[in-house]
C-alpha cells in the first residue's frame, strides 16, 4: 500500500509540494551574502551534499542568489495577526500600501556599514540554517541600536524582537524525515560543521537594505 508523504507546514504555505515556490510575498530586512564568498560558496557545497543524500527529495535548496541574513523580519501579506504586524497600519492593510508605509519610514533610518558576524553552527529543528552571531560587541550594539530604531520608525516588534536569532537559510522541509533520517541529516550537519564555521569566521556583511519579495526564492 502506498504511503503519502507527511508533508510539512511549509507546503501549502510557502511552497507546492513539488517544492516550486508559492507567492508568498511581504517585506523584510536583510544582508545579502555573496554566493561566491568563502561562506557563500561553502554553503553552496553543503547544500549539494543534502541535495545527494537520500532524504534530499524532502527539502527545498534556496537559490544562492538569494543567500542572505535577515536583520530584521517585517510583514508577510498570510501573516495578518498583531504580533506579526505593525502597529501603525491597519491588518487589513493592502500589501502596496506596507510597500509605501516602509519605503516612507525605513529608508531614512541610517543603515549600517561594517558589519561583521560569523557561523556559530547548523540548526535543522524545521528548517535548515547556519546560525550566526555578531562578531565583536561593536556588530552586536549596531544591530541592536539599528533594529530599535526600524522599530520605533515602523511600529513592527514580533514577539521575539529582543531575543530574534540571525542565520542564513538554506533550505526549507517539504516532507518530514523518519527517525533514521533525522540521525542522518544530524550527521550530515556535524560533518559540516567545521568547514562552514571556518569558511564563516568572519563575513564581512554589506549594509541591511529594504527588501520586498515575491516567495522564498526571490
Known amino acids: 500500500m502506498m504511503t503519502m508523504p507527511r508533508y510539512t507546514r ?10 516550486t515556490p508559492r507567492q508568498f510575498p511581504g517585506n523584510t530586512i536583510i544582508c545579502f551574502v555573496e554566493p561566491a564568498s568563502s561562506i557563500g560558496a561553502t554553503a553552496q557545497g553543503f547544500q549539494q551534499a543534502l541535495g545527494a543524500a537520500p532524504f534530499g527529495r524532502k527539502f527545498a535548496l534556496l537559490p544562492p542568489s538569494s543567500f542572505h541574513m535577515t536583520v530584521m523580519e517585517l510583514l508577510c501579506d498570510e501573516v495578518r495577526s498583531p504580533e506579526r504586524w505593525s502597529a501603525l497600519l491597519p491588518l487589513d492593510a493592502p500589501l502596496p500600501a506596507t510597500d509605501a508605509f516602509f519605503l516612507e519610514r525605513v529608508l531614512p533610518v541610517a543603515a549600517p556599514a561594517g558589519l561583521t558576524v560569523r557561523v556559530t553552527g547548523v540548526a535543522h529543528p524545521d528548517n535548515l540554517w547556519l546560525t550566526l552571531e555578531p562578531a565583536g560587541d561593536q556588530t552586536a550594539a549596531t544591530l541592536r541600536d539599528y533594529r530599535e530604531a526600524v522599530a520605533a ?3 513592527v516588534r514580533f514577539p ?21 533520517e533525522e540521525l542522518a541529516l544530524a550527521a550530515l550537519a556535524q560533518s559540516w560543521r567545521p568547514q562552514l564555521r571556518a569558511a564563516g569566521a568572519s563575513i564581512a556583511l554589506p549594509p541591511p537594505v529594504l527588501t520586498g519579495f515575491d516567495n522564498m526564492f526571490r
Open 160 to 180: 521575539d524582537h529582543d531575543r530574534y536569532r540571525f542565520h542564513i537559510s538554506l533550505a526549507y522541509r517539504l516532507i518530514a524525515l523518519d527517525a533514521d
Open 153 to 155: 520608525a515602523t511600529g
Open 10 to 19: 511549509e507546503v501549502g504555505r510557502k511552497f507546492h509540494p513539488d517544492g
